[in-house]
């Protein structure tokens, strides 16, 4: 096994992008990405995508995009995880490198979702749930948040309050990311009057689907060093699945497969969890946010809500520090690549007004629907 870091990076800004289709959001990133990491030679391109197939009428996206980027020839394929697909990629990506049948590999994550009617939208999105016993009855990845988190606060006697500090967190920390789709305040208050999206979910509470494209390069430890001055490493990488129906559940309150996957990538990383700089987490709806935060063993069963006062940038467990799925948005099949980009500006020091003062360690998971997927990477400088 060879030792694996991420040599370079590239983002395009998350938003709703009309005047450019996806391979060319994916050229946009990979040309970032190669000029960061000094153009160094790419021997094969994994595409973490979840809906083009739907939202663009394109599902070939190995061969289209090596094509429009201009890597004649190379080894490409598409790896679909539903939301949870760019950490998918991330993750073929590294056991490729790791494995040394690949030297230098490029990871991308792509989604372009504005050309899809809301409606549509909707339908297309709901693939990433049971087709036959929850989609077929009406109900959407909101409705399902949303019975979850109606659930929590009976189980725990919350109101609506107790989860706005996390949607606060990530649009103070998305008003300084220059690349995020939402860059306004959410003010203390606010999140109990949004409009409901499904009752309790509103519109302050889910994350905003949107365009963008983030690219990363990987190659082995040993060239690393001699190509960039600050390689970041792959020190844990794991994948856990969990059933994909909540009533399939023995505990629909408890995310098993983030549990397992962050367990598996500590370990791998022999690191524990007061280790950790900061924590890219898959913060979809603020339930998903504190049904993590307690699955990972950072809050006790119905508590993770209380982490919110530790959540920000100075806090001890600093997550979404460029604004998160929340307000950076949510480009579906390229979230887990941003994560983890993010994440390597950070541990690199290049994070701008969003610098996590003296940053080393990482954790970044990426997940597909309610958690059904759940994927971890462990970074370190």
Do not use: C
Not at 32 to 55: H, R, T
Not at 275 to 298: K, N, P, R, W, Y
């Amino acid at each position: 096994m060879q030792d694996v870091s991420i040599i370079g990076v590239g983002m395009t800004p998350v938003g709703e992008h009309w005047d450019k289709g996806l391979r060319d959001l994916a050229a946009d990133a990979i040309q970032l990405a190669l000029a960061d990491a000094g153009q160094p030679k790419i021997d094969a391109l994994y595409v973490g995508n979840a809906f083009s197939g739907v939202f663009s009428s394109q599902a070939h996206l190995g061969a289209l995009i090596a094509d429009h980027a201009r890597l004649e020839g190379v080894e490409a394929f598409t790896i679909s995880a539903a939301d949870a697909s760019g950490g998918a990629a991330l993750r073929t990506a590294y056991m490729a490198v790791a494995s040394g049948l690949v030297e230098t590999a490029l990871v991308l994550g792509v989604e372009k979702s504005s050309d899809a009617v809301a409606g549509h939208r909707v339908e297309a999105r709901n693939v990433a749930i049971d087709a036959e016993f929850e989609a077929a009855h009406g109900a959407t990845l909101p409705a399902l948040a949303a019975l979850l988190m109606r659930r929590y606060m009976h189980e725990h006697s919350l109101g609506l309050r107790a989860f706005e500090g996390f949607s606060i967190n990530a649009h103070t920390n998305g008003k300084r990311n220059p690349l995020a789709m939402f860059r306004n305040t959410v003010r203390e208050g606010a999140f109990g009057k949004a409009p409901m999206v499904a009752d309790p979910v509103n519109l302050f509470d889910g994350a905003p689907d949107a365009d963008g494209a983030a690219a990363l390069i990987l190659t082995t430890n040993e060239r690393a060093v001699d190509m960039v001055a600050n390689p970041v490493r792959i020190v844990g990488s794991a994948v856990a699945t969990d059933t994909l129906k909540l009533q399939d559940r023995a505990d629909m309150l408890h995310f098993n497969a983030v549990a397992r996957s962050a367990k598996l990538a500590l370990h791998q990383a022999q690191l524990s969890l007061d280790e950790l700089s900061l924590m890219e987490i898959h913060d979809s709806f603020t339930i998903v946010s504190a049904m993590t935060l307690e699955a990972m063993g950072l809050a006790a069963h119905g508590e993770g809500w209380q982490l919110t006062d530790q959540i920000g940038l100075t806090g001890s467990v600093p997550i979404s520090t460029f604004g998160g799925l929340k307000s950076r948005g949510n480009p579906i099949g390229a979230t887990g690549i941003y994560q983890a980009a993010e994440a390597t500006l950070q541990l690199r020091q290049d994070a701008g007004d969003n610098q996590v003062v003296d940053a080393r360690t990482a954790l970044v998971q990426n997940l597909g629907g309610l958690a059904s997927t759940a994927v971890t990477h462990i970074l370190v400088l």
